[in-house]
């Protein structure tokens, strides 16, 4: 069964992305890049990534949504066919890159989710 089966990352919409990357190392010790993202390395290989996106990105979904998850899942394709069969707003569009599959959905509150089937290896 196409399932989550964990958090790849949670994405933070900012109005001064490099001063709350900033904020972030000086005073909590998150080693966020210059770009305003880190990936922590979990046991085995699963990893999670923080980011700060502009405040006036549509990656976010609505520009009311400040925050959005990523979940990483095992089928991607069987997942978001699941979820539309169930009533589930899902986003036409899908990404593939070296990362692996991308597809999103909306949550009953509007938020948009990423779903993400990591590249074999990741």
Known sequence: MAKVTGIGGVFLRARNPARLAEWYRRTLGVPMSDGGAVTFHWDGSETTTLALFAQDTDYLG????RAMLNFRVDDL?????RLRTNGVEVLPQTEESEFGRFGWCVDPEGNRIELWEPAPGM
């Open 62 to 65: 609505e520009p009311g949504q």
């Open 77 to 81: 394709v069987l997942l978001l066919e």
